[in-house]
Structures are given as C-alpha cells and as structure tokens.
C-alpha cells in the first residue's frame, strides 16, 4: 500500500514537472520567435512531438498559460498570444486586501510614489493632443464637483490620461489594475467631502496637476501629485478633520 502511494506521488510530481518543463519551452519559443498579440502558438500535437510528451500535458501547460493572461486557449484552435492587461495584478492586490495583507492606505502610499514618477514623465513627454484631453478633462470635473460618481469617474480618466501620456505601455497597465480600487477610493472621498471647504481643494490640486503638465514642469507636476496623494492619505487617518484633506 505504501509503495502505491509513494509510486502515484511520483507520478504526480513526474506529470507537474513535465508541465513546468512544457510551459518553460513555450515562453522561450514567444521570447525566440518575438511573438506579438495575435500570434499564434504551435499546435498541441506539434509541441507534444517536438517534445516527447502527452498531449494532456501539453494541454495543461497552455491552460496554466493562460490563467497568466499570455495566450488565449479556444477548443479546436490553436493557443493565441493576447495583449497583456492588468488583470493579474489587479487580482494581486484585491486579495491582498481581502485577507487584511493590506487595507487602503497602504494602496495610497504605493500609487503615491508610482504615480509622482509618472506624472514627471507625463510633463516631460506629453503630445499636444493629450494636453488638450487633459485639459478639457479638469474643465469638466470642475462643473460637476458635487455629482460625486460623475466626478470620481472623470478623476479616474484624467489618471489614466496622464498614465498614457508618460508614452510608457506600463503605467496605463497599473493603472488598469487599480481601477476598481480606485474608483472605490475615489467615490468614497469625494461623497465623504461633499459639504465641507476641502471638495474645492480636491478641483484645485487637480488643475494644479494639469496645469503643470501642459506646461512642461515635470518638477511642478510631481510636487502637484505628491501633495494630492498626502491630502489624501491623511483623510484616510483622521477623516473630516477641518478642511485639508482631498480624495485619491
């Protein structure tokens, strides 16, 4: 009996190394070949001959591929790489939240020292068509300040702008992956400041912060972002304490 156990351990770990081994190979053959969003994989009976394993290996190294978000498995198709989004990540720091590994604040100090960096980028690279979309932004956040998922929801787009203007592919990633969290975030502060003096201060570090940008002051522009973010980390620690704090 101790010997079947041990025998169908083995063959458990012989069956998971085997995947390990298959999912090495395809990750070096998209680096090799540089495969880009739309391309596709070799088939499972091509890869299962070029490296002497089982077809249901082979299959579970594309399924464990795609629960990554590197290709898309279809039955009957062959596995396709899709472009990468935030997904992952974002999964990351909801659990993290979940099991109490991190609450709100902690996401406001780690988007703190990312999003300085890149609205410094921003002021830097900026085109001129983004710099009339982020202005034409803040001019409507500023006329609907007391619609509060309106404005939570043009706060969100205005970070995503300045995320694209970095001309950086991997600052829209993470700010796709705080989306919910910040949206959440957002809402909350500025229901939560609604009826006191700090909501116009919310629209003023806001304009600060575009301001800044389409003058080209990457200095300007980080000091804009950084006093945002310490509004809104302090509101998080003493909330509607007199009228110096702001929203994420």
Request: proline share 4%.
């Amino acid at each position: 009996m101790q010997e079947s156990v041990a025998g169908s351990s083995a063959n458990i770990a012989k069956g998971a190394g085997l995947v390990d081994q298959v999912i090495g190979y395809l990750r070096d053959y998209v680096a090799a070949e540089q495969l880009k969003p739309g391309a596709k994989l070799p088939s499972e009976t091509s890869i299962s001959t070029t490296l002497g394993v089982s077809r249901p290996v082979v299959r579970e190294a594309l399924r464990t591929l795609a629960a990554t978000g590197l290709v898309e498995v279809a039955m009957g198709k062959r596995a396709t790489i899709v472009p990468v989004d935030g997904e992952m990540i974002t999964r990351v720091f909801e659990n993290a939240l979940l099991i109490g590994q991190a609450d709100t604040r902690n996401i406001l100090e780690m988007r703190r020292g990312i999003e300085i960096a890149m609205v410094a980028l921003a002021a830097a690279r900026r085109s001129d068509a983004i710099a009339a979309e982020l202005t034409a932004l803040v001019e409507e956040m500023a006329g609907c300040l007391r619609d509060a998922r309106r404005y939570s929801a043009l706060d969100l787009q205005l970070h995503l702008t300045l995320a694209q203007a970095t001309a950086n592919p991997l600052y829209p990633l993470l700010i796709e992956a705080f989306r919910q969290l910040i949206a959440a975030s957002m809402l909350a502060g500025i229901e939560r400041w609604l009826e006191t003096p700090a909501l116009q201060r919310v629209q003023d570090l806001h304009e600060d912060i575009v301001r800044a940008v389409v003058e080209r002051d990457p200095a300007g522009a980080a000091n804009a972002m950084a006093q945002h973010f310490d509004d809104a980390i302090s509101a998080i620690l003493a909330p509607i304490v007199g009228d110096g704090a702001a929203t994420g």
